[in-house]
């Protein structure tokens, strides 16, 4: 058990150091953990890595604050309609399979890769116009589409958030980064609203795991801060690309 629990924090330390850039912890510990244990439930499975998430998370969004200028109107919009979609797309899984989105995902997945991709400067310098900025209200629409999307099915919400934030509003990538860290933190909170009444999560194996992902998600927020915001496009072109690749293996292939 020891082997499997060193396995276990050692993906979690990488989940946290890649979520806290640009999302996609979960392309890390969810797999590692169905692989560790295949008979335990999914949904004792899922609600440990949310378990696990939230703590790199909220250490994330905690290490930007101050170092990265936020836009709290925008954001507590966001966060507040996520939680409560979050929360309602984690009660909607019962009512047909979320693996019927894999397909719509990939779609969107590519756009959103094709797209940042052939604008080269998208994200890279922070656009202060007028125009670039919509109204507050928006924040509302896109803190409940994501909110649902993550408490339904889940994998690339961080790469979307990131994306709609500096296309919506004209962030650069570094600022886009620490406000989907913000929403985040909102998201995971509604799924353990969701898991832990039914104690869905396995404690022990929850707080290693933990420890290394806040460790992980320490080294992350450094190095997107150290490095700025065309640091930051570079690692989201990646993970976004690894994120197509592991959805189109598990829907034509797995």
């Not at 886009?176 to 929403?183: G, N, P, T």
């Not at 909102?186 to 869905?200: I, M």
């Amino acid at each position: 058990m020891l082997t499997e629990l060193a396995i276990l924090c050692a993906g979690a330390f990488f989940a946290g150091l890649v979520d806290a850039m640009v999302g996609g912890g979960g392309l890390v510990q969810v797999p590692l953990l169905f692989n560790v244990f295949p008979g335990t439930a999914p949904a004792t499975l899922f609600g440990t890595n949310k378990a696990v998430s939230i703590v790199g998370t909220t250490f994330a969004a905690r290490r930007y604050l101050g170092r990265v200028e936020m836009d709290w109107k925008v954001l507590w919009r966001a966060a507040l309609a996520a939680f409560v979609a979050s929360f309602a797309g984690a009660a909607a899984v019962g009512m047909f399979p979320p693996q019927m989105l894999r397909p719509v995902v990939i779609v969107l997945l590519v756009a959103v890769l094709a797209y940042t991709l052939k604008k080269k400067d998208f994200g890279v310098i922070r656009a202060e116009a007028a125009a670039h900025r919509p109204k507050p209200i928006l924040a509302l629409v896109l803190g409940a589409l994501i909110g649902f999307y993550d408490g339904f099915f889940g994998p690339g919400t961080g790469s979307f958030l990131i994306f709609l934030f500096v296309r919506c509003y004209a962030w650069d990538f570094l600022r886009a980064s620490a406000a989907a860290k913000v929403v985040n933190v909102s998201t995971n909170l509604a799924a353990l609203a969701w898991f832990v009444p039914v104690g869905a999560i396995m404690v022990k194996v929850a707080a290693a795991m933990a420890l290394a992902n806040l460790a992980g998600a320490w080294v992350g927020a450094h190095l997107a801060i150290k490095n700025g915001a065309a640091f930051v496009r570079r690692v989201f072109i990646v993970v976004v690309s690894i994120l197509i690749a592991r959805l189109m293996w598990d829907t034509f292939v797995g």
